[in-house]
């Protein structure tokens, strides 16, 4: 974290405006063959009790969004699609220098094999 001065319009500075500095990521909402939307439990730090989540994570340096998305569909839910639609990109929290978030739909997803991560405990759910 970074801490900026800011002037305001109006002339009122603050000396210590808390700026964020975070990779872009992506969110990839899925539909199964079968029309099931996929979702796993994770844990948060922040968040008190198990929550239910859609795949995704943060891009690599360089990396295409939509080859991240296609990463990270394969490596959290071991999920492959067939079809895949843009829902757009959007500066998530600019006033505080959170990155770009990339949202995609993929269609018509299928299993093809165990999820390749491994830093959380997944079960598959229909959200």
Known sequence: MEYHQVEWPNGK????????VTPDYVNVVTETEDGRLLCFRQIKYALDRPALAVVG??????????AAAKRELREEAGYEAAEWVS??????DANRGMGTGYFYLARRARFVGKPRATTWRSSRHSC
């Open 57 to 66: 994570g943060y891009m690599e340096p360089g990396e295409d969004p939509l």
């Open 13 to 20: 500075v603050i000396d210590d405006w808390a700026w964020v």
């Open 87 to 92: 829902l757009g990109s959007y500066a998530v």
